[in-house]
C-alpha cells in the first residue's frame, strides 16, 4: 500500500536553531514529493517539491529538503528556526500511475524564542 | 488576486440537514479536490475532478456529493447520511491532472454538527 509516513508529532525547537521535519514514503515507482505549512485555521501552502535531479531541493521561507532515495525519505530542513515557522507541517507524495496525492499525518513544529 | 475562495468559513449543521459548501477558484486549473481534515489525521480525500462534468470518489465519499458544472466551481454537498461530518474542509486545485503539480489550497471551512 502507498503511504507516508510523519514519525514526530511534534518538534520543538529553540529561535536560531536548525530544524528538522521527518518524512518518510512507501510508494511504488518514482515519487513526487512535496511539503506544505498550514498555519492555525487556514488551508495549505506550498512550501517546496522534488520531482527529479538534484536530491536538495530549496524552497519558500528559507526552506529545503533532501529527498534521499535508499532511505526512501524527504526530510524538511531549515538553517535557522524562526518563532512565526511554527505551524502544521505536511508531507504529500503522488507516484507513478497514480493520480491522488497521499498526506502524511502532520508534524506541529513548536519555535520557542 | 488569483486563488480558490470557500464559504462560508464557519457552518452549523442540524442533525438530518444537507449544507452545500462553495469552492471557487479564478486560477484557470483543471483539477479540483476535496479533502477533509480531522485532528491527528492528516488530509483524507473525499472527491476530485479532472475535468468539467466529470468527476470520482475518493477514500472517503460516502455520505457526500459534488458537482462539476463550471470549471472555476466544485461544490461540495454533506449529506444527512454522513454520520460523522464535524471537520475542516478543504478545497485544492491543480492546474492540471498530472501528479507533478503542487496542489493550491482554499482558507476551508470548519463545518460542526449541532
Known amino acids: 500500500a502507498q503511504s507516508v509516513a510523519q514519525p514526530e508529532d511534534q518538534v520543538n525547537v529553540a529561535e536560531g536553531n536548525p530544524l528538522t521535519v521527518k518524512c518518510t514514503y512507501s510508494?511504488?515507482?518514482?515519487?513526487?514529493l512535496f511539503w506544505y505549512v498550514q498555519y492555525p485555521n487556514r488551508g495549505l501552502q506550498f512550501l517546496l517539491k522534488y520531482i527529479t535531479g538534484d536530491n536538495l531541493v530549496k524552497g519558500s521561507y528559507g526552506f529545503e529538503a533532501e529527498f534521499n532515495k535508499s532511505q526512501t525519505s524527504f526530510h524538511l530542513k531549515k538553517p535557522s528556526a524562526l518563532v512565526s515557522d511554527s505551524a502544521l507541517y505536511f508531507c504529500?507524495?503522488?507516484?507513478?500511475?497514480?493520480?491522488?496525492?497521499?498526506f502524511g499525518a502532520g508534524t506541529r513544529l513548536f519555535v520557542k524564542a | 488576486d488569483g486563488g480558490i475562495t470557500q464559504s462560508p468559513k464557519y457552518l452549523f449543521r442540524k442533525e438530518g440537514q444537507n449544507v452545500t459548501l462553495s469552492c471557487e477558484q479564478n486560477?484557470?486549473?483543471?483539477?479540483m479536490y476535496w479533502y477533509r481534515q480531522d485532528p491527528g489525521q492528516g488530509l483524507r480525500l473525499i472527491y476530485y475532478s479532472q475535468i468539467v462534468n466529470d468527476f470520482q470518489k475518493g477514500d472517503i465519499a460516502e455520505g457526500y456529493s459534488v458537482s462539476r458544472e463550471k470549471k472555476e466551481s466544485f461544490p461540495l454537498t454533506v449529506t444527512s447520511a454522513q454520520k460523522n461530518p464535524t471537520a475542516f474542509y478543504l478545497c485544492?486545485?491543480?492546474?492540471?491532472?498530472?501528479?507533478?503539480?503542487?496542489?493550491?489550497f482554499g482558507p476551508g471551512t470548519r463545518l460542526t454538527v449541532l
Open positions: 485544492a486545485s491543480t492546474l492540471t491532472s498530472g501528479r507533478a503539480g503542487e496542489q493550491f
Open positions: 504529500a507524495v503522488t507516484y507513478t500511475g497514480g493520480f491522488k496525492t497521499i
Open positions: 486560477l484557470n486549473h483543471d483539477a
Open positions: 510508494v511504488s515507482g518514482n515519487p513526487y
